[in-house]
């Protein structure tokens, strides 16, 4: 009875059912219309329900359901084009079949509801989709694979993952490419001892620029050649390959048993490495012993007498006799005149820009000789006996450099007790008229004694009451310091740009009394010395300089790529465009035109006859040094000159030199107070990066960063550690962070005209710590990173 019962109550639902679906299919026309009229209408699909996308057999709904003729991802399946493993370099396909829940073919008319994402390190990579010919139901998906790692491959179907997606796919880098693989740390310079083995890192990469793996081949093998510098005899060291299979790292060991100056060369197979000449020099345990001690000392005031060339390596000529000095910052020549006023001739960074090479010996003087050449600058030619030592010594310098060992704090704090030692006991009162400020403070301060200003400094401001404890100096300081740095105040200082964030510099041709720049020197010095007293005497100029003003205190050679910090307009504009083009047809001359108001008003020779001197491909990078020269340097050299007579009179020139110009600007200005939610908040992120790990590795590593941290990473992006009033919202343009995927575990780098910090992909939050702490407490200009 119960089962009659339960047929017959079946049946009855059957039937309502399908009289329903009769109902709906006849309707349904008069449904289309009414979408076909009003089709600007959306339609939501609803959550939940399967959408059946009907298949189109003149059946109803209820019928294709009851059947399962619908689509069904979880019957979708993926044919891939290829067997694993596989290399990069290749078009890679696959055919996507459809089906329905019945397991029968799900044919289509277009892909538009088929749709593949495919991501490499969560950038996403393009790809064609196609309909597979004389098979409606199968699409053909095809991308190209340049960079090796897993690929992680999304397939969806109405918005839904078919079975198994998403899909892991790993592509293995290519075979070594020597054009591609180079030494890490590089150094043009290698300093070993006798029979010491000296271990150089190889970084394999295919010709994608991946990371390679080493393997054994018996045709094309890592080599090195080696040639005696003076006299080009080849020589063959001992040498052994390698290979840490755990750490995937490849190291070249080379053991030299003579001493003196070689030339080397590292290919694979007979293609040579990307930076695989270098120089050899070969010391003895005496002269390490003597580098070691020299470097280890605190005052960084080394020197060397030496010849300065001005033909070739064996010239007769008589040569000017000059001294290197040499501090962790910088490789400086200079000049004296009755053996007490000293003139720098030239200054190089210590960085791996800056190259020696040895090239013979200079028989009138019995010495050696070193070329030095590199950061844009005119090679220097030098004979000395000391060549072997100035060159470990450099060495010595950049390899810690590199490593970061001597942090920015450490050489303050040997600063600031060296400049204590000069300050004398006693105060000196100064009368300011608050409403005359700069004339007042310039009168009160030129009838001071130069002891005095080693001094304590009371202010007292006329018409006013109130004792000096300190309050009065420090504002002081401030108030003068806007009216001497500020453009729009004493005029002493301009911006190449209208920006108010643009970086100040001395305003060429014032008219403004050079005693005013002498003024400036001097509060910046006395900052400095008051600032050695103690943390409850730090004073600070708040100014924003710019980059080649600041390299010039130290004495550091300016050239074009300070257009990019200081002038990024012009830099963007005229510099770039020389750099990257062909200028051989744009009639340029060694001569630069000068405008007020739009009106030419004269034309200045950057070279004797200059505006006779066509600038050509081969000579266009001294052209836009020459540029820089008149520019930046030429146009305010008795501004600048001024301004370190003044700073130099309280602090020694050879204290600052130990610092770069982004460790002075933190020296003299200080850093501000850096919020991290500004910060992030504030920033732009470019490209689709918002969720990955690497943008997520990086929040957390500037999160732990110290205010110095921050200061450096500011002035690494953007080329000064000073804020707008506003903080990060007031950059101009913002503070942007973009992703490389096409290096992995280098250095960062930046593009300060954009205010663009630029980072490659790493393989873990350690790697990219380390990567970020070096690229901005040591620059990327001069360190080939950019």
């Not at 007292?460 to 404890?469: A, I, P, Q, S, Y």
């Not at 050879?654 to 919020?675: P, V």
């Not at 908040?681 to 929040?699: P, R, T």
């Not at 980072?759 to 710590?769: A, G, I, N, R, V």
């Amino acid at each position: 009875m119960y089962l009659v019962a339960t047929v017959f109550i079946g049946g009855f639902i059957l039937c309502f059912i399908m009289v329903v679906d009769c109902i709906a299919r006849a309707i349904s026309p008069t449904i289309r219309r009414s979408h076909q009229i009003h089709n600007h209408i959306p339609q939501i699909p609803r959550t939940g329900i399967p959408r059946l996308s009907p298949v189109n057999n003149g059946k109803g709904w209820f019928w294709n359901w009851l059947v399962g003729s619908y689509i069904s991802t979880q019957n979708c399946s993926v044919t891939w084009g290829w067997e694993e493993p596989q290399v990069v370099g290749n078009t890679m396909s696959f055919v996507i079949q459809l089906s329905q829940k019945n397991g029968k073919s799900y044919k289509i008319n277009d892909v538009n509801n088929v749709n593949i994402e495919i991501l490499h390190k969560g950038e996403k990579m393009s790809c064609t989709k196609n309909l597979v010919k004389d098979n409606a139901s199968s699409v053909s998906v095809s991308f190209t694979v340049h960079r090796a790692g897993p690929y992680k491959i999304h397939v969806m179907v109405h918005g839904k993952h078919i079975k198994g997606s998403p899909f892991i796919k790993v592509f293995d880098a290519g075979s070594i490419d020597a054009t591609k693989t180079g030494f890490t740390n590089y150094c043009s310079t290698i300093v070993c001892t006798v029979g010491q083995s000296y271990p150089l890192v190889i970084e394999t990469r295919d010709c994608y620029d991946n990371p390679a793996m080493f393997k054994t081949d018996t045709k094309n093998y890592f080599k090195i050649k080696v040639y005696e510098s003076e006299t080009n005899e080849r020589y063959v060291p001992t040498t052994q390959i390698i290979h840490n299979a755990d750490s995937k790292q490849l190291t070249m060991h080379i053991k030299m048993e003579n001493e003196g100056c070689y030339q080397a060369a590292v290919s694979y197979g007979d293609v040579k490495l990307r930076n695989g000449d270098f120089n050899i020099l070969v010391i003895s345990d005496d002269d390490l012993e003597v580098v070691n001690k020299t470097t280890s000392k605190k005052s960084h005031n080394l020197w060397y007498e030496a010849r300065l060339l001005s033909d070739t390596a064996d010239s007769a000529e008589k040569a000017k006799r000059v001294y290197v000095y040499i501090s962790p910052k910088q490789l400086t020549i200079k000049e004296y005149f009755l053996k007490i006023i000293g003139k720098k001739l030239h200054t190089w960074r210590v960085c791996p820009s800056t190259k020696f090479s040895f090239i013979g010996y200079n028989k009138r003087y019995d010495a050696p000789v070193m070329k030095i050449y590199g950061c844009s600058q005119l090679p220097v030619m030098l004979a000395t006996k000391d060549r072997n030592i100035i060159a470990a010594t450099f060495t010595n310098f950049l390899l810690r450099n590199i490593g970061g060992s001597e942090t920015f704090q450490d050489k303050r704090i040997f600063f600031l007790q060296e400049v204590k030692k000069s300050t004398k006991k006693g105060n000196v009162t100064l009368k300011i008229d608050r409403a005359n400020l700069l004339q007042s403070s310039y009168k009160a301060s030129k009838s001071l004694y130069a002891s005095d200003w080693f001094k304590m400094f009371n202010i007292e401001f006329v018409n006013e009451l109130g004792l000096d404890w300190g309050g009065l100096r420090r504002e002081w300081i401030q108030v003068l310091s806007t009216e001497l740095f500020e453009p729009d105040r004493s005029g002493l200082f301009t911006r190449f740009t209208d920006n108010a964030q643009g970086l100040i510099h001395p305003r060429p041709n014032t008219g403004v009394k050079l005693k005013l720049y002498e003024l400036a020197g001097k509060l910046v010095g006395k900052c400095l010395l008051d600032s050695s007293l103690g943390s409850t005497s730090q004073l600070y100029i708040k100014a924003n300089f710019s980059r080649s003003f600041l390299a010039q205190i130290i004495g550091l050679q300016v050239n074009y790529k300070y257009f990019e910090t200081d002038d990024p307009d012009l830099y963007k504009t005229k510099i770039t465009f020389i750099e990257d083009n062909s200028i051989e047809d744009m009639d340029l001359t060694f001569s630069e035109e000068e405008y007020v108001d739009g009106q030419l008003v004269k034309t200045v020779d950057l070279v004797q006859n200059g505006s006779k001197i066509n600038v050509t491909d081969d000579n266009k990078m001294y052209y836009l040094n020459c540029l820089a020269q008149y520019k930046l340097v030429t146009g305010v050299k008795e501004e600048v000159e001024s301004f370190l007579k003044g700073l130099n009179a309280i602090i020694p020139d050879n204290l600052l030199s130990i610092f770069d110009e982004n460790e002075l600007e933190l020296l003299m200005c200080g850093t501000d107070n850096y919020s991290f939610n500004d910060f992030k908040q504030n920033s732009v992120i470019s490209g689709d990066f918002a969720g990955s790990k690497l943008l997520e590795w990086f929040w957390a590593i500037v999160a732990s960063f110290t205010d110095e941290q921050m200061a450096r990473l500011l002035q690494f992006t953007t080329g000064s550690s000073q804020l707008p009033p506003g903080g990060f919202k007031d950059l101009d343009p913002n503070f942007t962070i973009s992703f490389t995927s096409y290096s992995t575990n280098s250095l960062p780098t930046a593009h300060t005209c954009f205010n663009q910090l630029c980072l490659p992909s790493y393989t873990s939050m350690e790697q990219m710590h380390k990567c970020m702490i070096t690229a901005i407490t040591e620059g990327f200009q001069g360190f080939g990173f950019a």
